[in-house]
């Protein structure tokens, strides 16, 4: 006989009490959800964006929760100086626990109408601010032998995707830093892990000018036939960030509905 599993919206909690998370595009389209389900989790999120629509409606949804532990800093991060002295600032006091690198920009258009400038600002934002605070939350995670490292990748890394050569380029520059800082910082207690989200309903989402055409060509190849949601995310980045994943590191989680199977 079949059985009929139910469906639930419930976002399964590993504890993350106290633990100090830094989460950069905090606001964003999954950042939202996925930040409000850490706080859930018990964690003191300290977030960096620069939208201030998105932020607001961040911080007016984390009131709702019982207890406040939720900080944003509103940092351009294609501004090297302005990060870093804010992450100097950020340290000061106490070191992070987990570190998040989720921010992205996402220019759409061929390549030959890219220009080199162009390619270095998504590479400041999308990659050397990865770095940036990877740098300086580092030394705290050592000293105490724990740490987790989460980058937020793209299955467009996988290819088949046009027009967004830019953002392509530094989604693998994420793939990469992520195995090799595994590698170098696993002596330390130290797991850095990528998660590579699919097709997510999002603002990103409006760079394609049919919606409904693109929804269905997501679902066409997607192995599970719904849209992911930001619990299909926050999920995975709990455990990640999680004491029950100590053994698993350098490894990219690809979080698309079965679309890309390697």
């Not at 406040?68 to 626990?97: G, H, M, Y």
């Not at 830019?166 to 195995?179: E, F, H």
Request: glycine share 8%; net charge negative; hydrophobic share 40%.
């Amino acid at each position: 006989m079949n059985k009929t599993i139910p469906q639930t919206d419930q976002i399964n909690t590993f504890s993350l009490t106290n633990r100090r998370i830094l989460y950069t595009g905090a606001a964003g389209g999954l950042g939202h959800d996925t930040t409000l389900a850490l706080l859930k989790a018990g964690a003191h999120v300290v977030g960096i964006d620069n939208d201030p629509e998105k932020i607001a409606k961040l911080q007016a949804a984390a009131k709702s929760l019982p207890e406040q532990r939720l900080n944003i800093v509103q940092v351009d991060l294609s501004n090297t100086n302005a990060l870093e002295k804010t992450l100097s600032e950020l340290i000061r006091d106490e070191p992070f626990d987990v570190l998040i690198n989720n921010a992205a920009i996402y220019p759409s258009k061929p390549f030959e109408d890219f220009t080199l400038e162009e390619f270095r600002t998504v590479q400041a934002v999308n990659v050397d601010a990865a770095i940036i605070c990877a740098k300086a939350l580092l030394p705290g995670m050592r000293s105490r032998n724990w740490g987790r490292i989460i980058n937020v990748s793209s299955i467009t890394f996988y290819g088949g995707w046009e027009n967004l050569a830019p953002y392509v380029q530094s989604k693998g520059a994420l793939v990469g830093l992520t195995r090799a800082w595994a590698r170098e910082f696993g002596k330390w207690g130290i797991t850095v892990n990528a998660i590579a989200p699919g097709a997510f309903p999002t603002d990103a989402e409006k760079i394609h000018p049919n919606p409904d055409e693109y929804s269905q060509y997501v679902l066409d190849h997607q192995s599970i036939k719904r849209r992911g949601e930001a619990k299909d995310i926050a999920n995975v980045i709990q455990f990640l960030a999680s004491d029950a994943v100590g053994f698993v590191t350098g490894q990219t989680v690809n979080v698309d509905g079965g679309w890309i199977m390697n």
